[in-house]
Every structure is written in structure tokens, then in C-alpha cells.
């Protein structure tokens, strides 16, 4: 069965650093998106991306958040300056374009710690 | 703004029993679209089940089954005979066209 794949599983950054998280969609998905998940507490709604651009995202996504569809398979989540509290799992998924209803396939997530 | 709500932060059931788990939400929609995922320890977020609110039937898939009631806003998970690999994170989703909104997650316990 296809699945999103996200990569790396860990990333270890300092404060202040950049950091990308990449994402490869199931290949026939149109609407991508991006998660957070702070140890122990509810998931959160980054952003959702569609036709190469925002569809909709959450406060949260502020100025220091981008997404990049750069070559048609990858999905990528950039932090620009990295603050301690986003450490936390960063989930990608991505759904089909039917009806709407669709569920979200969503990735095994990449750990984040910001130290 | 859609808010889902689980009321029940932990619930433990003993193997091969039937526990339930509770959902509401909020919304001025007609049309929308309900889930339930799993997170197991590995934290990876799995789809147990899918309900379409213009459905009056209830979905099941296997042991797993909701109960929908479309007018009191609820959205409960019934998981008969469970099993100790059903312990894990449960999380009511609600979906709208570009987003899904999580629940805070009930915690599932199951004992022997």
C-alpha cells in the first residue's frame, strides 16, 4: 500500500538554526499538509497546501514557517529560526481531491529537538 | 471555528471486553466528514474509521464501529472484543475541504 514517507526521523537543531523537513505525498495525492504534535499534548493543524499554494493555516504558522512543493514529489516544512518550544513530532499527510471527505494518509513524522 | 471535544483523557478495558469512546464537536455545517485515528506508541497516526455526516448509517470496520447521532453533535467509538494491540491514543477528527481538526485524545488502556 503507498505510503507518505517523511525524513530524517530525528533532527537534532540548536536554536536560531534553520531546519527543513521533507515529505514525499502518496504519489496520486493532491492536497498536502502539514501537522505538529507537541509530546503528550493534541495534534495540531500547520498548513494545507494545494495547486501550489496555501489553502488554509493556523496561527501557529507564522512568518518563521514556509512549505515548498519544489519538484513535483517532495512537500517540505521550513523553520527559519528555530525557537525551543517547536520541538515537537512535525506529521506530513496527504489526501486525494475528490469529494472532500477524503482521509488523511499521514507520514511516520520526524522528532524535532530544538536545544 | 469547528472544535472537536474528548471528554475522556483515559479509559483502560480489559482484553476481549467492549469499551466506548466518547466525541462531540461543533459545527454550523451540514456536510462534513468525522474520523477516527489511532496512535500507538510509535506515534504514528492511523485511520481506524470514517463517517459521512449525510449518512444516517453508522460505519464499522471490523471490531470497530461509531455511533453518530448527527443532531446531538456525538461521534462515539465502540471497540468490541478488545485486544491488547488496541492500546494506543485515540483521536475524533472533524474534516473540513482544506483541514482536519483533532481532538486532545483519549488514552487506551487494555489489561489482561
Known amino acids: 500500500e503507498p505510503e507518505v514517507t517523511q525524513t530524517p526521523s530525528h533532527q537534532v537543531t540548536q536554536m536560531g538554526q534553520e531546519v527543513i523537513l521533507r515529505c514525499v505525498p502518496i504519489?496520486?495525492?493532491?492536497?498536502f499538509y502539514w501537522y505538529r504534535q507537541i509530546l503528550g499534548q493534541k495534534v495540531e493543524f500547520l498548513v494545507s497546501f494545494y495547486n501550489n499554494e496555501i489553502s488554509e493555516k493556523s496561527e501557529i504558522f507564522d512568518d518563521q514557517f514556509s512549505v515548498e512543493r519544489p519538484d513535483g514529489s517532495n512537500f517540505t516544512l521550513k523553520i527559519r529560526s528555530t525557537k525551543l518550544e517547536d520541538s515537537a513530532m512535525y506529521f506530513c499527510a496527504s489526501s486525494e481531491p475528490r469529494t472532500g471527505g477524503e482521509a488523511l494518509h499521514f507520514g511516520n513524522g520526524t522528532r524535532l529537538t530544538v536545544t | 471555528a469547528q472544535t472537536v471535544t474528548q471528554s475522556q483523557p483515559e479509559m483502560s478495558v480489559q482484553e476481549a471486553e467492549t469499551v466506548t469512546l466518547s466525541c462531540t464537536y461543533d459545527?454550523?455545517?451540514?456536510?462534513?466528514?468525522l474520523f477516527w485515528y489511532k496512535q500507538p506508541p510509535s506515534r504514528q497516526m492511523i485511520l481506524v474509521i470514517r463517517q459521512e455526516a449525510y449518512k444516517q448509517q453508522n460505519a464499522t470496520e471490523n471490531r470497530f464501529s461509531v455511533n453518530f447521532q448527527k443532531a446531538a453533535k456525538s461521534f462515539s467509538l465502540k471497540i468490541s472484543d478488545s485486544q491488547l494491540g488496541d492500546a494506543a491514543m485515540y483521536f475524533c477528527?472533524?474534516?473540513?475541504?482544506?483541514?482536519?481538526?483533532f481532538g486532545t485524545g483519549t488514552r487506551l488502556q487494555v489489561t489482561l
Open positions: 504519489s496520486n495525492h493532491l492536497y
Open positions: 459545527t454550523s455545517e451540514s456536510d462534513y466528514y
Open positions: 477528527a472533524y474534516r473540513t475541504a482544506s483541514k482536519l481538526t
